[in-house]
């Protein structure tokens, strides 16, 4: 079965600084996605990047980027010079098989507070 | 890019009522409609999946008949929460995909039953 964990529930650092969210997944297929949503206060949840299980190369968007390393299971993501608006829960989630449409299973969230 | 949209977006009601949230697909036919349920603090759970014209398949531990879905057209689906009750506050949100498209999400529903 499908598990998507994200061992930091909590997370405070001051603005400016870098942060890592980590996700770790467990799946017994060979196909699968990986994605991260963001779910500020308003509690939409904002679409940031969708990984195939075949495309390990690391990912870097802005001031977002994404280590993705099938040897430990694991899709962090990692925000530098973090900023107030950062403010929010962030999810990682799974889908397995080739349809990258399938039903997700979402780790607990992390949420994030970025303090002036 | 592909806009679901959710209503109503909160939803305050009596014990009893029962409530129905609709998901629409406003630019692309949706073949298949999630929902999932966000307790505060947690996770989002999938309740059930519906595919246009069939009966929706639900997650074990979510009663068929007091969640009602339908989903009647390739850009409408309905969650009718029956006989709603204080325990079934949430935050509901709905997602749609076309084919084997990644999934589009609403802006959810929050639900509270006084």
Known sequence: AQKVTQAQTEISVVEKE???LDCVYETRDTTY???WYKQPPSGELVFLIRRNSFDEQ???????????????????????????????????????GINAGNMLTFGGGTRLMVKP | G???SQHPSWVICKSGTSVKIECRSLDFQATTMFWYRQ??????????????????????????DKFLINHASLTLSTLTVTSA?????????????????????GDGTRLSIL
């Not at chain 1, 010079?81 to 999810?91: E, G, H, I, R």
């Not at chain 2, 307790?39 to 068929?64: C, D, H, I, R, W």
């Open chain 1, 58 to 96: 690391n990912e870097i968007s802005g001031r977002y980027s994404w280590n993705f390393q099938k040897s430990t299971s694991s899709f962090n993501f990692t925000i530098t010079a973090s900023q107030v608006v950062d403010s929010a829960v962030y999810f990682c989630a799974l889908s397995e």
């Open chain 1, 33 to 35: 996605y990986l994605f």
């Open chain 1, 18 to 20: 870098d942060v890592t």
């Open chain 2, 2 to 4: 592909a806009v679901v």
């Open chain 2, 39 to 64: 307790f505060p603090k947690q996770s989002l759970m999938l309740m059930a999946t519906s595919n246009e014209g069939s009966k929706a398949t639900y997650e074990q531990g979510v009663e068929k």
């Open chain 2, 85 to 105: 009750h204080p325990e079934d506050s949430s935050f509901y949100i709905c997602s749609a995909r076309h084919s084997n498209q990644p999934q589009h999400f």
